[in-house]
């Protein structure tokens, strides 16, 4: 295993557990809303293509999860020290 294995490993079990966290909160928060829409709105004909859109949208976040990871981190202090004109800390 290389070094660089060994130190991303605690990287992504911190990332895991911050989406198990996000994900948990999420269905908490918007679980009686889906269920009402399900058993309300959802069964009209003008309302009836909501869980499908629903899906399409899961669908898209979960195939584009990837190329979002892989997006370069930006740090929410940098313009704050560009501001100041500390450019030591500017990304």
């Known amino acids: 295993m290389s070094e660089a294995a060994v130190v ?12 198990l966290v996000a994900c948990a909160g999420f269905s908490l928060a918007y679980a ?3 269920w009402s829409a399900a058993h309300g709105v959802w ?3 003008e309302n009836g ?11 898209l976040f979960w195939s584009l999860r990837e190329p979002i990871a ?3 981190r930006f740090r929410l202090d940098a313009g704050r020290r560009r501001a100041h ?7």
Not at 8 to 19: D, G, I, T
Not at 49 to 59: D, E, F, N, T
């Open 8 to 19: 991303r490993q605690p990287e992504l079990r911190v990332a895991s557990a911050a989406w």
């Open 32 to 34: 009686p809303v889906y």
């Open 43 to 45: 069964q009209t004909d």
């Open 49 to 59: 293509h909501g869980p499908l859109i629903l899906a399409v949208v899961a669908w």
């Open 70 to 72: 892989r997006r370069p």
């Open 85 to 91: 004109g500390d450019s030591a800390g500017a990304v």
